[in-house]
């Protein structure tokens, strides 16, 4: 794998001057191509920011951020974003949903008109290929949870971006249907070969998909520990039971508890 993503010494603040709310402080780390990171950490210490940061939706206040050899100064196309609410739109079908980007990021949206069978066709492709067979003409109303989040990812990748970043895209899902989108999550990432960065609260949820863990200090928001999850892949749901998965998540939650004390 070779370097998509480099921070070196990278801090970012909210606000100006003398009221300028530090979120992260002096983060170095380096994303391969390819690779899936997870990023954990106590509420409020910087994780959301740091995707904010190398999506290019907000600026660093001090050291280098690249993304493909490039220094990040403004939001970067090559950039699939999900979050904790699906967000789909109401009046659109399933479909529709997932190719609403490509009706706003170029060179997409001047072909889409003219094309659109087309980008139906690969937005159908990919709304089967995570269980969605049948659904795409649904509106949100007529969607489980899980299937919006399902179409929220979809939505996510349609533009075939360089880089997946999600935020907590499973924390208000029932535990079987959030162990049933990690599976579906693995099998994209997979699959696709793209670099995926999830920021989660669930330890559980972080060591079954990432290669890499990062555990985050309170605000301001610093690196405590890179933890390589080294469990063979593919990887089904028995190997949460194993005692190595359980060692790891015990480790990352001795790390992030102890903050408190």
Known sequence: ??????????????????????????????????????????????KSSLMKLISGLHPTSAGELMVDNQRVDRPIKSVGMAFQNSNLLPWRTCVDNVLLPLEIVPPHRKRIRRERAQYKQKAQELLHSVGLDGFTEKFPWQL???????????????????????????????????????????????????????????LREAVFLADTVYVMSNRPGRILKKCSVNLPRPRDLEVTYSQDFQDIVHDLRGLIGGQHK
């Open 1 to 46: 794998m070779t370097p998509l993503v480099i921070l070196n010494n990278v801090s970012m603040a909210y606000g100006q001057g003398a009221s300028a709310v530090s979120a992260i402080e002096d983060v170095s780390l380096t994303i391969q191509r390819g690779e899936f990171i997870a990023v954990v950490g106590p509420s409020g210490c910087g």
């Open 144 to 202: 489980s949870g899980g299937m919006q989040q399902r179409a929220s990812i979809c939505r996510a990748l349609i533009h075939e971006p360089e880089i997946l970043m999600l935020d907590e895209p499973f924390g208000a899902l029932d535990a079987f249907t959030r162990e049933e989108l990690w599976c579906a999550l693995r099998d994209i990432h997979a699959s696709r070969g793209v670099t995926v960065m999830l920021v989660t609260h669930d």
